[in-house]
């Protein structure tokens, strides 16, 4: 069991090595982020979307004090695995990652875990709250700058 780097993740990341091969032990502050997370990676399988499988979660506390989830390891150097490609090679590895973004934006959900909107400290929204809250302060601004019509901002 090997910490990771998990500086930008909300949840606690281990390395585990396995007989069946090295996992992720991913360890949550609350059940929805994992159930969440457990939701989407499911879904994203299920579209052709190549992510780690969920060979593990338990979302009950009774192995351990905190929701987890135990998952394959994908690893990838970035300079062994994209800085070494030519300039044709990175270009196709850039635009399969587009179409699996493209793909993965189909889902919708009406919520994904919590989200900390930092302007607001009283508690945690949900993902469609937290894109209100920023298009109230910033609607009209988007609308302004061609990013938005009007009737897509208010369908918000």
């Known amino acids: 069991l090997s910490p990771l780097d998990n ?11 396995s007989p069946e091969g090295k996992k992720v032990l991913k360890i949550f502050p609350y059940p929805r ?8 990676l499911n879904a994203w399988q299920t579209l ?6 969920i060979t593990q979660a338990d979302l009950s506390y009774s192995a351990i004090p905190y929701p987890f989830t135990v998952m394959g390891f994908i690893p990838f150097d970035k300079e062994k695995d994209f800085d070494r490609l030519d300039g044709e090679e990175a270009l196709s590895v850039l ?5 699996y973004l493209r793909i993965a ?15 607001d400290r009283s508690g945690d929204n ?11 302060g910033r609607g009209k601004l988007l609308v302004a ?10 369908k918000f």
């Open 7 to 17: 500086s930008h993740h909300m949840c606690e990341l281990y390395l585990l090595d």
């Open 33 to 40: 982020l994992a159930a969440g997370e457990i939701y989407l």
């Open 48 to 53: 052709g979307i190549p992510v780690a499988a």
């Open 95 to 99: 635009t399969e990652l587009a179409n």
């Open 145 to 154: 700058e061609g990013i938005l019509t009007l009737d897509e901002l208010r």
């Open 105 to 119: 934006h189909q889902i919708e959900e009406q919520s994904f875990g919590w989200v900390n909107y930092h302007s």
């Open 126 to 136: 949900t993902w469609p709250e937290t894109v209100r809250k920023i298009l109230d």
